[in-house]
């Protein structure tokens, strides 16, 4: 017998979806995803795998930052190594997506588990600078190995292929890039409710009580690196198949920046916080381009004088959150459900 909202058990309390209304948001938003295709143009199905891309990339992030308490700059780079060995694996080795994906989430890994060695010694701004530092050496290969990564030029992909059907365009990609994204958010807030996760949150709130209470710092810390690399490498992937072309260019420090300010604005330790701040910082551009367009009938030079003004008021929309909620998205998100879950009797 449940009593408000008491769980039985604890597996009940720790269930991610644990009431029928749950349940249905989630059957109508998976129904929105399948049918979102099949009623939007091109442009915003463009979009809507950008997004997923960028809302994997930043879910790993958050799994390093939000949850374990390590900085990072070097998301980018873990990117960059994915979206190589997925453009090395098809032109070299013809083998299929669905072996490319994995194997470039595990380099990236493997690199991220390397990169990760001077967080048991330094952290905080420390870290950070060490993650850029890395960043910069991956760039630098990227640049130089020509024999495997082609230099400056870069590597042409030929599509992805599923039952020899060729993914090539964004309506194509779409069914690749969406499940894939959907399946690693679904992973990182299940990881949470398992021993590694909470050692993780752990490790977050007091390393040196965690380090007392038996939980091995370095071994923990390099795991969360990995699993953060790991993600980035799949969402590099996923990448160099939706462009399909990848050059040293494609994943400098300021999308790294960009990742670290999306966990930020969304909310950090929360999934959704992740899924929000990717959502945002990838949308709120477009849609004020699309606003400087829609004034070009009345203002003739509205791109030559808007376009600064678009990067500003994305930027102030960034410091508005981080000094008014600093918690991100995800702390309205729940500010609003607890509003309406105790409307209209809430004064």
């Given at each position: ?12 309390d720790?269930?991610?979806?644990d ?18 295709p ?16 960028n ?7 958050n ?21 190589y ?38 952290k905080?701004?420390?870290?950070a ?8 050496i ?26 020899g ?12 890039i ?8 679904l ?25 007392v209470?038996?939980?091995?710092l ?18 590099g992937?996923?990448w ?43 949308l709120?551009?477009?849609v ?52 309406f ?7």
């Amino acid at each position: 017998m449940r009593i408000g909202t008491a769980k039985e058990t604890y597996a009940a309390d720790e269930a991610l979806f644990d009431t029928p209304v749950q349940w249905a948001w989630l059957a109508v938003m998976l129904l929105a995803l399948v049918l979102f295709p099949f009623f939007a143009g091109p442009y915003w199905i463009y979009m809507a795998c950008l997004v997923a891309i960028n809302v994997a990339s930043a879910t790993g992030l958050n799994i390093l930052t939000g949850y374990t308490g390590l900085v990072s700059l070097g998301q980018a780079a873990f990117m960059g190594v994915g979206a190589y060995t997925v453009a090395v694996m098809e032109n070299r080795l013809g083998t299929p997506f669905l072996l490319n994906l994995p194997a470039a989430g595990l380099v990236a890994a493997l690199v991220g588990l390397v990169v990760g060695i001077p967080s048991l010694r330094v952290k905080g701004l420390y870290l950070a600078i060490a993650t850029i530092a890395a960043s910069f050496i991956l760039h630098f290969v990227f640049a130089t190995w020509t024999s495997v990564t082609g230099g400056v030029s870069g590597i042409q992909i030929p599509p992805a292929r599923l039952f020899g059907i060729e993914l090539a365009r964004p309506g194509e990609l779409y069914w690749l890039i969406v499940p894939v994204t959907l399946l690693m958010v679904l992973g990182a807030a299940n990881l949470f409710r398992t021993r590694i996760g909470r050692a993780f949150i752990a490790i977050r709130d007091r390393d040196i009580s965690a380090e007392v209470l038996g939980i091995p710092l370095l071994r923990y810390k390099l795991l969360s690196f990995g699993l953060s690399s790991f993600y980035a490498g799949v969402a590099g992937g996923l990448w160099a198949y939706f462009f399909r072309v990848v050059t040293p260019e494609s994943f400098p420090l300021v999308l790294s920046i960009f990742f670290l300010a999306a966990i930020i604005v969304g909310g950090m330790g929360t999934i959704l916080g992740g899924i929000l701040g990717a959502v945002f910082m990838t949308l709120v551009p477009e849609v004020l381009k699309l606003a400087v367009g829609l004034l070009g009938p009345w203002l003739p030079d509205a791109v030559a004088i808007l376009s600064p003004v678009r990067t500003i008021v994305f930027g102030a929309l960034i410091v508005g959150f981080l000094v008014f909620e600093p918690q991100g998205l995800a702390e309205m998100w729940r500010r609003s459900r607890r509003f309406f879950h105790l409307w209209p009797f809430k004064t």
